[in-house]
């Protein structure tokens, strides 16, 4: 088990096998198992907002959404390193993942997760309730709960507009979006 230390505490570095059950259950597509695997009820596309000063309210309206979904165990946050980006932990080792890309993987709390820097790249509790996974290249992220994490999604007054419901096998390309 690895640590690092940040903020004046220690903090638990996830490792491969942390993240084994999503390596098995996604492939390169562009349907949702692109980036979750298929042992969710429900999966969504959220859009991310094209306006920078909207990106702090749509983080907080998603953060509070996933904290009421019924997990209060802790989250493990995934930052892909991609060079222009705050992986948070620089020292810490990487996990790969997806089609080879380094992840640092930290045990940390809900509340770090809008903290550290913009959201992290991939969010899951540790009871694996549900999942939340932005690709480097896309320009939504892709969500795989139960049913009621989605329809919250949905019925939220400012996220709602940007999420769509996606079946395993849809594609899950937002209409105007592209997948690279």
Known sequence: MNWVSRDGRDWQIGAAADV???????SVGTTITSGIPPVFDDY??????????????????????????????RWWLGYLETG??????????????????????????PEHAASWRLLPDL?????????????????????????SLVDSL??????????????VDENTTPPGHQAI
Not at 20 to 26: K, R, V
Not at 84 to 109: H, M, N, T
């Open 20 to 26: 084994a059950w999503i390596d098995a259950g996604t």
């Open 123 to 147: 969010m899951f509790p540790t009871d694996r309730s549900w999942l939340v996974s932005t690709l480097w290249d896309d320009t939504w992220s892709c969500v795989g709960g139960p049913v």
């Open 154 to 167: 949905l019925s939220h007054p400012d996220l709602g507009p940007r999420v769509r419901r996606v079946g």
């Open 84 to 109: 222009g980006s705050d992986i948070v932990f620089p020292e810490a080792p990487r996990v790969r993942l997806y089609p080879g890309w380094p992840y640092v993987l930290v045990l940390a709390g």
């Open 44 to 73: 969504a596309t959220v859009v991310l907002p094209e306006n920078p000063s909207e990106q702090e309210r749509h983080d907080h309206a998603l953060i509070s959404l996933l904290r009421r979904s019924g997990s209060s165990q």
